[in-house]
């Protein structure tokens, strides 16, 4: 059977603007499925490759593919829908197969507006899509999907989901097959060398209002550090990976295993051949202190830090857990041991200003770290904060819920003047950066990394492709007014996410609320049986005239 992996053609001017990044996400289904028996696996990056509409067709045609399967995040969902639409089109005969977070919990929506798609996997793909495709080889298709797990289709007027499928449990069977990649096309530009994104665990405990990885992963697992290492080190020695970034949400939560992870890294010598980077969160690195010179020996050199907000309402807003001065504190232990920071700053809820701008252009510039972001906040429709705010929401075009568009639009300011604002905070901090730090501020590594991160913003900018700000039509303050988004309006609004779906922290929640119920039930017999027994010591009243 042939197999016809595609990566949807979609930019919008963000995480891009660093390199070119390869699609993990192909590599940890198609090993399995190697494993399995399924050795005929074609893969198209259609967006590192820029593969128009018509060029997929033609190779769609050339290869004749049984089965044609997508992912997608929700900004590439009408991509990874077009896709699949083709292979309704150029192949018809071809099993058609979506996943990714978007459609895991928003399938009714994406089943109902793109008929050509014949199932969603649901969750981790690995074991679901094992199941899956042995399914369609021995021709039990459709014949036996109500038996599988993980899986939406539409039957008849219907649309059905399976039970929802376990997680993997087994983190060793996590073995990606990197081959199915072509690495000439994976870059990060800052210093000119292959990029890979390998896994060390999955699943995050905290639960941060506006995030949707801790939902989609359900429970936190991790991977021995030693399979991770090999992984790596096949990377570089036979793909020549110079530079890694840790996919997780947070791999330092397991501060044991994390340690045992660098210091594999450190006994085969790999530090002095690939350099890496993660996110992660502001109170690890407090944990962490004395420890931060280790993790720089064992090559970590970048760690972008959720710092979010300026204000510690913000802060508490989305549920993040930390202090305004933990942020500025964790900055100056990353710099003095020699570990670039990146600080992350979510902006453009309804209550933002440009004061509260202004305010967080000075914190960054007061923390100094070496590099600053600052996202659109997006309303990502299945996490918490979205059902506290969807009433505000206007916008329902999912392909600009990229992080760089300003999807809501605050009380205060209008859309055009919101990334006007943010615009004037990169201005200013990497312009200062230019001028007196990036040039001048130590040697060797450390200089030449932070010109390369210079480099990426410049011809980004040079471009017009940063911010998607040449779609946008943003040339200065003077034409802040005058910007076009591109919105489908046409777009309805989201449908409600799927609540067939539990995490760690559902059921944390369940249990915290099911002991709080007892404790109030218990409370209340408690007082009824001290009444009663007040009731039976008072004597009985005797009224005298």
Not at 96 to 123: C, S
Not at 184 to 208: D, E, K, M, Q, W
Request: hydrophobic residues 40%; glycine residues 6%; proline residues 5%.
């Amino acid at each position: 059977m042939r197999i016809l992996f595609v990566h949807p053609n979609y930019r919008s001017g963000g995480a891009e603007i660093a390199g070119t990044w390869p699609p993990a996400w192909v590599a940890y289904l198609s090993g399995p499925l190697k494993r399995a028996g399924f050795t005929d696996i074609h893969f198209i990056d259609a967006m590192t490759e820029e593969v128009d509409d018509a060029e997929l067709e033609r190779r769609m045609r050339e290869l004749q593919p049984d089965v044609v399967g997508t992912t997608s995040i929700t900004p590439s969902i009408y991509a990874a829908e077009r896709v699949l639409e083709i292979a309704a089109l150029t192949v018809p005969k071809a099993v058609r197969v979506l996943g990714g977070v978007h459609a895991t919990f928003m399938y009714k929506q994406v089943l109902t507006e793109a008929p050509h798609i014949d199932v969603i996997v649901r969750g981790e793909g690995e074991e679901i899509a094992v199941e899956l495709f042995t399914a369609i080889s021995e021709g039990r298709w459709p014949r036996d999907r109500a038996t599988i797990k993980g899986l939406a289709y539409r039957e008849l007027d219907k649309i059905v989901a399976t039970p929802a499928a376990d997680t993997v449990k087994d983190m060793s069977t996590l073995k990606p097959d990197w081959d199915v990649l072509d690495w000439s096309l994976y870059t990060y530009l800052p210093l000119g060398t292959r990029v890979a994104i390998p896994n060390l665990a999955r699943g995050c405990p905290f639960t941060c209002s506006f995030c949707s990885q801790w939902k989609f992963w359900r429970d936190y697992r991790i991977r021995d550090p030693k399979d991770v290492v090999d992984e790596i080190e096949e990377l570089h020695e036979k793909h020549g990976v110079g530079f890694f970034i840790l996919a997780d949400e947070e791999p330092t939560i397991n501060r044991k295993k994390f340690i045992e992870f660098c210091q594999e890294l450190i006994d085969r010598g790999l530090p002095a051949k690939v350099k890496w980077g993660i996110n992660t969160r502001v109170t690890d690195i407090y944990r962490d202190k004395e420890l931060l010179p280790f993790y720089r020996k064992a090559g970590l050199v970048h760690v972008s830090l959720g710092t979010e907000a300026a204000a510690q309402m913000k802060l508490d807003r989305f549920n993040k857990e930390t202090k305004v001065e933990e942020n500025k504190q964790a900055i100056k232990l990353l710099r003095d041991a020699d570990i670039f920071v990146e600080a992350q700053f979510i902006v453009g809820l309804d209550n933002e200003t440009p004061e509260t701008l202004e305010e967080t252009y000075r914190m960054a510039w007061d923390w100094q770290p070496d590099l600053a972001n600052w996202a659109m906040y997006t309303p990502w429709p299945f996490t918490p904060l979205f059902e506290e705010i969807k009433d505000q929401v206007e916008i329902h075009d999912f392909s600009k819920y990229n992080f760089v568009t300003p999807i809501m639009k605050p009380t205060a300011m209008e859309r055009g003047e919101l990334l006007d604002g943010v615009m004037k905070n990169y201005r200013r901090f990497y312009m200062q950066k230019a001028l007196f730090h990036y040039p001048w501020r130590g040697t060797g590594f450390r200089r030449r990394y932070l010109l390369g991160c210079l480099y990426a913003f410049l011809r980004a900018g040079f471009k017009r492709t940063f911010y998607d700000l040449g779609k946008a039509g943003y040339w200065g303050p003077q034409t802040k007014k005058q910007l076009d988004w591109h919105f489908d309006t046409s777009r309805e609004v989201a449908a409600e996410a799927a609540t067939d779906w539990q995490t760690n922290a559902d059921k944390a929640a369940q249990a915290a609320a099911r002991r709080e119920a007892v404790r109030k039930q218990m409370k209340e017999r408690a007082e009824d049986r001290r009444e009663e027994r007040a009731a039976e010591r008072q004597p009985d009243r005797i009224d005298v005239d």
